[in-house]
């Protein structure tokens, strides 16, 4: 059975992080949402195999909204993985890299429940 990560959602890492990634000036300046919750920070929105959350962003409001993969560490560090930043046309692109991502990640970390 895979671990999953120590996050239950979003408010957790939130409350856990200490730079200004979750500042209302950032999340305003790429007109940031959080599509897989209530679209905001604040709210609940869940965490993805416990590691994982889902961006959109958009520097203009007349841009298409393109979406991100974020993994949070342990310690509520904040990377961007997968295709980069905006690197997602759609959300269910970006879903379906999380599952490869997550995949991946479990095969690194325990490779003899993979041979046979």
């Not at 979003?10 to 979750?22: D, S």
């Not at 416990?50 to 509520?76: K, N, V, W």
């Amino acid at each position: 059975m895979p671990e999953f990560g120590p996050w239950n959602d979003l408010y957790e890492v939130r409350q856990a992080h200490r730079t200004h990634w979750f500042d209302q000036s950032a999340i305003n300046f790429f007109n940031t949402t959080f599509p897989d919750g209530d679209g905001t920070v604040m709210g609940r929105s869940p965490m993805l195999y416990g590691r994982y959350f889902i961006t959109g962003e958009r520097r203009e409001l007349d841009m298409p909204i393109r979406y991100s993969i974020r993994y949070a560490h342990d310690d509520a560090r904040i990377d961007t993985v997968g295709m980069g930043f905006r690197g997602y046309d759609t959300i269910e692109d970006a879903r379906r890299d999380v599952l490869r991502l997550f995949t991946e990640s479990m095969d690194l970390r325990n490779p003899q429940e993979h041979l046979t």
